[in-house]
């Protein structure tokens, strides 16, 4: 089932935007160039997979990437997994972020909790990456080693990454709100050498010291030969207490030879991503310097729009994705500004006063963020954010009542790129495009170069009705490989078993017939009543609308031993209790937007929605949680933000256990 209320037109891109965009001049460059003449992004895109060599070609080209060596072709193997991109090019992405340097402006702003705006110069960051780098080969680090972080999104995340990346080595990182366990499931699998930490961090005004935390993830790791200490809680902190070799990040040497950058192939590894590892180990997803190289300087450049001096942001930790996104500004020469802290403290309006007062141009946020802003008072119009032309939003669907929002209380005339796409591919399958309008609850467009369809149960490509996410053709930043998973099984299983050759992403998405994109959750929790199939956004749309609901969870049991139960959980605001009348009110609203077959059996209240560390709902470890399933073979608690709300639900299957049998 979809919406079938026509979404409503919400902004319309100016000519000057799309005459001086960056898309219009690749659009003339490939006319030029190639002889390619295109009449609008519609064309390109359809140009871009029906000609998948020519578009990163032609990508490789524009964005005039370096190489020692030339590539021998653009893609030597088609097939997935396995596709070979660039063979024979060697190449340094960190080298390509300083061919940006400049004196115009800063590389990087950066303001938290504990530290007021303040700005990074192109020739500091390129000083202190030197200064580390020198200091991770005399460690002895080289191409292929592991360096990890456990830091969150401070300068000194970006500068250790950047020399990471200069020697070849490997870089991988996790947010110091990660419990230590959480930690050393992602570190202990890739073995790092050295370990970037700091002593502790400070969020929504309160200081944590994770001292205790990194002591343990040191112990746990037998191939660490050395940490590097960020003292950022106590400026003060010298490690003692922590174990082995250890330095502190102010104590480097000063005088360091010119920063050297390592030649690699295309293919070499250049981070470590993890999934989201509800069930066992996460995933830990292997992406190769050249392939995010590329598709980041695709992604920021062409959809995001984004040039030389621009301000770019996107509210982030070091373990999330879209962190790595942020930094890959740089390659297109703009300033990456960020932020460590919470975005309610001390209160709502905390990230529109530093959006104002660091000029930031492109302000990147979550879904649940925005949603969050709609239940305040706070109007972020009132500030002056006269230098915002771009908003985006990620990590779950945004509901048509977000984006009108946006439009009435952040800037009426600003572009809002939703986009979505995963931590797999560290970039999207579908997002922005500055030649394209908006329409409210609706992403613009199938992203250059990425084969999207939405696939019937048959298998078939559809239009207009809701379908599994599929990519069909190879992406650059699809992982090389998993770590630890020699004969590619794991990596196979994960995306590859239901199309083979092709990836299936996991997602419900709707493709419209003028090339708009509706993301409806993940096909894994679809609700399935009755035969009328539905995404789980769509619950959650309607359901929080409900002033009184901040966040919800829904359950669908049909289909699972002949039984028929959709149980949902509310977090209710403050002093609200769930009430008859309260109940009677969720399920009307569900009655009317959406339909009667998906109404609730019952509603239960929560303290709080279980999420994994990445801000994913904790849908369907639930579902095998109230279908018998034992909670540590259902979920991963040290994969939690809030594993203490899992024994509800253990309490609840056992309440629900002979009840449920042969009901439908």
């Known amino acids: 089932m979809t919406n079938t209320t026509e979404p409503r037109l919400l902004w319309s891109p100016p000519r000057q935007l799309q005459d001086t965009s960056n898309m219009r001049a690749f659009m003339t460059w490939l006319e030029q160039n190639r002889g390619v003449g295109l009449d609008d992004y519609h064309e390109l895109w359809q140009w871009s997979v029906e000609h998948l ?53 800063p590389a990087v702003i950066f303001a938290s909790e504990r ?33 990890v972080g456990y830091i969150p999104n401070i300068p000194q995340a970006l500068i250790a990454f950047l020399a990471v990346a200069s020697i070849g080595a490997i870089w991988s990182s996790c947010s110091p709100d990660f419990g230590s366990p959480a930690v050393i499931d992602r570190f202990t699998q890739i073995a790092p050498k050295v370990l970037v930490a700091v002593d502790g961090y400070q969020y929504g005004g309160k200081s944590f010291d994770r001292q205790e935390a990194l002591a343990a993830i040191q112990a746990a790791l037998p191939s660490l030969e050395h940490t590097l200490l960020v003292p950022y809680l106590d400026p003060q902190a010298d490690g003692a207490g922590l174990r082995g070799p250890l330095t502190r990040w102010d104590d480097l040497p000063i005088d360091v030879p010119p920063l050297e950058f390592s030649q690699v192939p295309f293919e070499h590894p250049l981070w470590v991503l993890y999934s989201s590892g509800t069930t066992g180990l996460p995933k830990p997803i292997v992406q190769s310097q050249g392939g995010i190289l590329i598709q980041h300087m695709k992604e920021l450049s062409l959809h995001l729009d984004l040039k030389p001096g621009d301000r770019f942001f996107w509210f982030s930790t070091t373990g999330w994705m879209m962190w790595n996104l942020l930094i ?36 990147g946020t979550s879904a649940g963020y925005i949603t969050a802003l709609m239940k305040t008072d706070i109007e972020p119009q009132r500030r002056n954010l006269s230098k915002l032309k771009g908003l985006g939003s990620t990590g779950s669907p945004l509901p048509p009542e977000g984006f009108e929002w946006v439009y009435a209380h952040i800037k009426s005339d600003l572009w809002l790129a939703s986009v979505s796409g995963g931590t797999d591919v560290c970039g999207c399958f579908v997002g922005g495009s500055p030649l394209l309008p908006v329409y409210s609850g609706e992403i613009q467009c199938r992203s250059l170069g990425v084969a999207a ?46 199309y083979p050759g092709k990836w299936r992403h996991g997602d419900w998405i709707v493709i419209n017939d003028r090339g708009g994109v509706v993301i409806y959750g993940r096909s894994d929790s679809t609700i399935n009543r009755q035969g009328i199939r539905m995404g789980t956004s769509e619950i959650y749309r309607a359901v929080e609308s409900v002033p009184e609901v901040i966040d919800s969870l829904v359950i669908d049991l049909e289909g699972l031993g ?50 994994t560390l990445s801000g994913k709902k904790l849908e369907v470890p639930v579902k095998k949680i109230l279908t018998g399933v034992p909670v540590e073979r259902a979920a991963n608690p040290d994969s939690l933000k809030n594993p203490e709300v899992l024994p509800f639900f253990v309490t609840l299957a056992g309440r629900l256990k002979g009840r449920l049998k042969g009901r439908v």
């Open 53 to 105: 060599e020519d578009f990163w070609g032609a990508a490789w080209e524009f964005f005039n990437l370096q190489s020692s060596t030339a590539p021998e072709t653009v893609l030597a193997a088609r097939h997935m997994p396995g596709a070979r991109w660039f063979p024979g090019a060697q190449l340094n992405y960190a080298q390509h972020v300083f061919r940006n340097a400049t004196a115009e402006h």
């Open 115 to 147: 530290r007021p705006i303040t700005p990074m110069s192109w020739a500091e960051l390129e000083r202190e990456t030197a200064r580390v780098a020198a200091a991770l080969r005399a460690l002895g680090v080289g191409p292929g080693d592991r360096v």
């Open 328 to 363: 890959g500004a740089l390659l297109v020469g703009a300033t990456v500004v960020s932020y460590d802290g919470s975005p309610g403290y001390p209160d709502m309006d905390v990230l529109w006063r530093f959006a104002e007062d660091a000029g930031v141009t492109f302000f």
């Open 453 to 498: 369809e939405a696939y019937d149960t048959d298998g078939n490509s559809v239009r207009n009705v809701m379908g599994e996410l599929v990519i069909t053709a190879p992406m650059p930043s699809m992982p090389i490989y998993f770590w630890n998973d020699p004969d590619g099984t794991r990596y196979r299983e994960s995306y590859f078993e239901l």
């Open 562 to 611: 002949g039984n028929s139960y959709m149980p949902l959980f509310v977090v209710l605001r403050e002093g609200v209790g769930l009430d008859a009348s309260l109940v009677e009110k969720i399920k009307r609203t569900i009655r009317d937007a959406l339909s009667p077959r998906h109404v609730p059996d019952e509603i239960f209240t929560l303290p709080s929605v279980p999420y």
